[in-house]
Each structure stands twice: as C-alpha cells, then as structure tokens.
C-alpha cells in the first residue's frame, strides 16, 4: 500500500525502474512505458518490440478513459490466395507468414506523446542498460525460455541470440542481448520511425524477403495506433471497461453479465455449483466470440449492442442447466448478420496458447493505466531478425483461411486479438486497474478476479491468488487448491476435467481507494512479478 504512486509487474526489474521513475516526478504512463520496455528485455520468453500492445488509460484532466489499440495489421501479401498456392489450409502457428506487424514501439510513442511527461529517450535507458549490460534471468522465466528450446534450435539468429552456449539460460544465470541494446539505442536517439521508416525496418524487411515473408516497406511506414471508446458493462454497481474488438474484451463483459442474475456469493466460492455456471457462461461468451469477432471494421455494431446488452445475456442464462453442461452452445444470432461458427472454435485458430505480460501503474495525481503487450506464443513466431535481437511475433496465426468468418486473413488488416487490459470504475473514479495474461485465459482471469472482489469478499492480494479454473477446448483445468467435492460435481454434471498446471494466467492489479488517497497493489504468485509503491 502506497500514496505518491504503485505499479504491478510480472518482474521486479521492470516494477523497479517504473518505481524509480514515479519517485523522479514521472507519471503512471512514464512508469508504465519504462517498465513495459524493461519487461520486452527482462522477459523476452513472452513480449518484446517485436509484438504488439493495448492499453486502457484514466487522465484526470479530462476525467476520462483512453483506450490504446498498438496491434499490428497483416502485411500486403497476406491475402488467403497466397496460403492456397503454397499448400497451405491455414495459417502456420510459427514462421514468417504468421508474422504481422509489430505495433509495440509505436504503442509506447503514442502513450507518452498523449499522456506522458518524458521522451522516449528516458523512458527505454533502463531497458537499454539490461540489454547491454545483462540481467539474471528469473526462475519462471527459465523455465518457459527451456520450453522453447526446439523452437529456437530451428532458426539460426534465434539461436544465435537467444541460446547462448547452445542451452537456454538457467535461473540466475546473466543473459545479454547487445543487438536488441543497440535497436533500443536507435529507437530512443530517432523516435518511433528508426522502427518503421529507418534501420531496423529495413532490417525486418530484408529477413522477412529472405524468409519469403508478406511485409512491405508500406506495412510498416503505413502502421499507426488507433485511440479508441473503451466498451463497458455495469456489475454489482461497478462499471468494467475493456477494450473493442478486434480484442475479445467483449467475451469478459457478456460472462459477467450472465453471472450477474445469479447470487454468486450464496452459491460459495469454488464450489461445484459456482465453477459449473461459469464454466457454461464462458462457452457462451466463447461461442459469440468465434463467430463473431475480428478487426472492428468487420465486426457490426448490432453485434456488440447485442452481445454487452443485459437483455442478451437474460436469455443466455436461461439456456444455463444447473444440472448439467450443455453438449454444446450456439452464438447468438442477430438480425441481418450470419453465423457461421459453433462451439468449438475458429478454424485454424490456436486459441489455446498465449504468452503475454501485462502491467499497471497509478499515481497520486490520479493518472491510471492498465497495459498488455505480447508476442503471443512463446518467442511468437521463433524467428529473429538477424543483427537485431528482435523476436518477431506470431499474432497472424489468429487468422483463419474460412471465406465465411469475419476473422479471415486479408491485407492490412487486424487478427482477432487475446490482449485485453481491464479498468473498473466506482462513481465514476478508477476503483480497479488489473489484468490476467495468458492467451483465452484472460477473460477467465478478468471475471473470476473481479467476483472474488465483489461477491466473496476478499482483499486484492486474496482476489489474485485464489484458485482458479481455465476451460479449454478439451475440458476444464482445475488448480490444485480447488477441493475435491467441487471436482466431482463438476464431473457429475458432465465436465471432462483436465490436466494443465501452469496455464491459469498471471494477475497484477493496483485497487484504488480515492477518499483516503491510497493505492493498493498486488502481484500474482503464479510469476516472478513485484507490486510496489512509494
């Protein structure tokens, strides 16, 4: 708990240097860009300047949300004829036709430009300095950089740059990255255009003909970040913002207001009964997601009037049996728009996979914001542009070939997205800023977080930590500490329960009491991450 300033990050380094900043005078946007380009140095196993970033921003001068869309469009060759004439049903999970452009360093210009008080310059030194100068790799860290070790084995510049002596570092072993210092060095000396008009564009589109990729010079002198309205819905009388497509924010919104009409609190905290229903509401909300979302201009705003009305989500209840889980859920169907897709995903979409990280900062002076930034899977795409120390993500594997779905792959254009920060506001003043990383875990996180707040009771740090429960395509994940009379009623009501330790996400959150002027963070130990104020 702090007054002048918090901030939450899955890394102590990068917690500590937004630390330094806000005790230098800095914003909660300094901090968070600071810490942001730390966490593309210190956790290269999940995000970097290669990846893409959204974020959700409180200015107190206009009193007002800010939505921040840095994802990357699909280069000009992408277009569903290129994958057809190289044999292709689907688009690769990894190598260079999943790659789109990476929207990351234009997502740290533009939040500093709009809402910052520092340069570019200042705020990516830390990040530099760790670069070039090394830092201990942290333990879970470790062990997702051994995970990859095949993946980067198979491309030369990755394994050049990121298996130093042939291995994966070890926990605590002092890994450097002087190539990616140097590209911080042009980035912070010219600005946002040394990425995508000078050198390391070049850079990138010289190893992306080489690989025979679908970049254009246009694709990146073209990028730009989109300010966008947050989308909303009201819980417990709290109103949750997220992020519009072509985030999946919306998927969180619809859960929570299909849980709203029940009395979640008297059903108990991970019991059967609780975990069933919010199992059925996410295969709901998942159901509308893989039928319906994708880059905004492909999404009707009949679609997301309908899918974050309470009415909708009346009717969605109803279709809940409390006995039993349904064989399968159906998207909504809207008047004049198709739906093409059931339950069980988009075609060729690996919604299942996801690494990320995901950040917030709050100062005294009421600045707020809630960042995620990621190269999807691990080490995104497994490829590095040689002589940069740049990992390239994979974000255009989230495209589907289908000619029938809004998400299918086109030039220019954005894939369906799993970053989503979250920002909850009380009288109209932040109450909330938080996150869960991890690919479809996220609105899971999101929702289960903010019941244990306003249902059960429980403090930030308590919110964070509870067990939780991740439903996947192949049944329902279940921690460890969820007891065993809440599995077998899940197994009676005809859940297939699962084994998958590690992908139940990582929160951070800061909880915003504004009559008494304190900030309280808290950090997931599910990471390697640190809340700290001042």
């Not at 966490?39 to 009193?63: Q, S, Y």
């Not at 333990?139 to 291995?167: C, I």
Request: proline share 6%.
């Amino acid at each position: 708990m702090a007054r002048r300033g918090m901030i939450a990050t899955s890394q102590p380094l990068a917690s500590a240097a937004g630390l330094h900043v806000l005790q230098r005078g800095g914003n909660a946007i300094d901090a968070a860009v600071t810490a942001a380009a730390v966490l593309a140095v210190v956790e290269p196993t999940m995000n970097g300047i290669g990846g893409d970033l959204f974020a959700l921003v409180f200015d107190p001068r206009d009193r007002r949300i800010h939505g921040l869309n840095a994802s990357g469009r699909a280069g000009s060759g992408a277009a569903p004829e290129t994958f057809a004439a190289r044999g292709l049903d689907r688009v690769p999970a990894t190598g260079i036709l999943a790659v789109s452009v990476p929207g990351v360093v234009d997502g740290w210009a533009q939040l500093l430009a709009r809402h910052g008080s520092v340069g570019i310059d200042r705020a990516l030194e830390p990040a530099g300095r760790y670069a070039r100068d090394g830092f201990p790799v942290s333990e879970v860290v470790a062990h997702q950089w051994q995970g990859a070790a095949d993946l980067l084995a198979a491309d030369p510049e990755a394994a050049r740059v990121f298996l130093p002596g042939g291995r994966p570092p070890s926990t605590g072993q002092v890994f450097r990255n002087p190539d990616l210092a140097a590209m911080l060095d042009l980035i912070a000396r010219d600005g946002r255009d040394a990425f995508y008009h000078g050198d390391i564009a070049r850079a990138i589109l010289d190893d992306s003909d080489r690989r025979q990729g679908l970049l254009t010079p246009a694709d990146l002198e073209r990028h730009e970040s989109d300010w966008v309205d947050s989308i909303s819905t009201s819980y417990r009388g709290h109103v949750v913002h997220e992020l519009p497509p072509n985030t999946q924010g919306v998927t969180a919104l619809e859960m929570l207001n299909i849980l709203e009409r029940d009395d979640i609190r008297a059903l108990g905290h991970n019991s059967g009964e609780y975990l069933h229903l919010l199992v059925e509401a996410k295969r709901i909300a998942w159901a509308d997601r893989d039928t319906y979302l994708a880059d905004r201009r492909y999404v009707p705003s009949t679609v997301l009037e309908h899918l974050l009305s309470k009415g909708y989500a009346a009717a969605r209840r109803d279709e809940i049996d409390t006995r039993r889980a349904a064989a399968t859920h159906r998207p909504g169907c809207f008047p004049g728009v198709s739906a093409s897709i059931s339950d069980g995903g988009t075609p060729g979409n690996p919604c299942d996979r996801g690494d990320t990280v995901y950040l917030t900062a709050a100062d005294g002076d009421g600045f707020v914001v809630s960042l995620i930034q990621s190269l999807f899977s691990n080490f995104g795409a497994g490829i590095v542009v040689a002589g940069t120390g740049i990992a390239l993500q994979n974000r255009g594997s989230l495209f589907t070939l289908d000619a029938t779905h809004p998400n299918q792959i086109a030039p220019r254009k954005r894939p369906l997205h799993t970053l989503i920060p979250a920002m909850v506001l009380k009288s109209e003043r932040p109450w909330l800023s938080y996150g869960v990383m991890g690919g479809d875990m996220q609105p899971q996180g999101h929702v289960q977080v903010l019941v244990n707040l306003l249902d059960f009771g429980m403090n930030l740090q308590e919110a964070g930590e509870a067990a939780r429960l991740r439903h996947m395509a192949d049944g329902v994940a279940l921690e460890s500490a969820i007891p065993n009379d809440a599995r077998q009623a899940l197994e009676r009501r005809g859940h297939r329960l699962v084994n998958s330790p590690g992908s139940f996400g990582g929160f951070q959150g800061i909880l915003i009491d504004t009559a008494a002027g304190v900030l309280m963070g808290a950090s997931d130990p599910r990471k390697d991450g640190l809340a700290i104020g001042w």
